[in-house]
């Protein structure tokens, strides 16, 4: 089955400076991987999701690269602000029934002002 | 407001007394899903359910029960629970159909002692 690693576990970055957190899954037959926030709790919040038709997404401060050969994805969060302290957790999704998610094991960013 | 509803929130509860954990959609989503998050194992599925009447067991499905009556509730059931089963459980929703898009609820804290 699908299996996602995911770098860093903890990220702790200036207020204004890039985040850059990354994930490698195992199944090439995935073609869905979407990237969630979730804040202290509350319920995981999609923020950015790429399908493997495209290799970039933006969307304001945050986009999503994704290389399908190497089988890694990546979410880089650009002029990051207090409010972006959060843990973010990617996930791959594979064709067929399930529409089942795997996750990451997550990424607690801290931006500190 | 769109949104995936959990009750309770937060329950604590005995070995082997049974509970129910509702979730309802109203997003008229054909597709649910429930969750638990574990710290260090991040969010591993438990069940899931393409349409009313169709449900189908995700990675971690063992001490659990659901149903899809309907197609805006997804209860878990759990017949006699164990204190392996203390977790975060989430509820997530989903148009289906292929698009894998997720929406997540709050979340329920589960203890048992």
């Known amino acids: 089955g699908e299996n996602v690693e995911q770098h860093p576990s903890t990220l702790s970055v200036q207020e204004g400076d890039s985040a850059v957190i990354k994930c490698t899954y195992s199944?090439?037959?995935?073609?869905?991987f979407p990237w969630y926030k979730q804040e202290l709790g509350k319920g995981p919040q999609l923020i950015i999701d790429i399908r493997s038709n495209v290799g970039e997404k933006k969307d304001q401060r945050i986009a999503v690269t994704l290389n399908k050969t190497a089988k890694h994805f990546s979410l880089h969060i650009t002029e990051t602000q207090p409010e972006d302290s959060a843990v973010y957790f990617c996930a791959a999704c594979s064709q067929g029934g399930s529409e089942k998610l795997v996750f990451g094991k997550g990424t607690k960013l801290t931006v500190n002002p | 407001e769109a949104q995936v509803t959990q009750n309770p929130r937060y329950l604590i509860t005995v070995t082997g007394k049974k509970l129910t954990v509702t979730c309802s959609q109203n997003m008229n989503h054909e597709y649910m899903s429930w969750y638990r998050q574990d710290p260090g194992l991040g969010l591993r599925q438990i069940y899931y359910?393409?349409?009313?009447?169709?449900?189908d067991k995700g990675d971690v499905p063992e001490g659990y029960k659901v149903s899809r009556k309907e197609k805006r509730n997804f209860p878990l059931i759990l017949e006699s629970p164990s204190p392996n089963q203390t977790s975060l459980y989430f509820c997530a929703s989903g148009t289906g159909q292929g698009t894998y898009e997720q929406y997540f609820g709050p979340g329920t804290r589960l203890t048992v002692t």
């Open positions: 199944d090439s037959a995935s073609n869905y």
């Open positions: 359910s393409m349409n009313v009447e169709v449900t």
